[in-house]
């Protein structure tokens, strides 16, 4: 019996670090069982370096990541989604799009690393604290059985 493939799209505004990270270590911890997704309201267009360097660090795949639009998930031709995951603080507040098949969405607010100000010590320790705490929640999510997952998919 093989396990359902949940399909998960992460969004950010700028699609450059945190929604990027979250997809990159979904895919790599989710294995079959998963295959993860990002978007951005607003697309940097270019992933960012910090965020590159730790998934490289922590052995994630790089592989078709990109900084895109989230229009890219919408209309007849999209693939439907399982859950949309929210993680940035500021894209909680914007209004989403209407999604293909009205996936749930989740809202994992993690701070924007790259307006970390202070030394590079500082915003090297932001990401780092970011991304372990991404990394804590797909672990949580990976982790959850069959039917926690299909009760995370359903509208209420």
């Known amino acids: 019996m093989s396990m359902v493939s ?56 790089l592989d078709g990541l990109r900084s895109k639009n989230w229009a890219e998930f919408l ?22 799009p209407v999604w293909p098949g009205h996936p749930r969405i989740l809202r994992w607010g993690f701070p924007d690393p790259v307006l970390q100000a202070g030394s590079e010590q500082d915003v090297a320790k932001a990401f780092l604290d970011v991304f372990q705490q991404i990394r804590q929640r797909v672990e949580l999510l990976v982790s959850l059985p069959q039917i926690e997952l299909e009760h995370l998919g359903k509208q209420i």
């Open 6 to 61: 949940y399909k998960i799209l992460f969004l950010c505004t700028a699609n450059s670090a945190r929604s990027i990270m979250a997809e990159a270590l979904l895919n790599k911890l989710g294995g079959s069982r998963f295959k993860a997704f990002s978007a951005g309201s607003e697309p940097r267009g270019e992933l960012h370096p910090r965020a590159v360097h730790l998934l490289q660090q922590n052995h994630c795949s």
């Open 75 to 96: 209309g007849a031709e999209a693939q439907v989604m399982d859950l949309v995951i929210i993680v940035c603080d500021t894209l909680a507040n914007q209004t989403c």
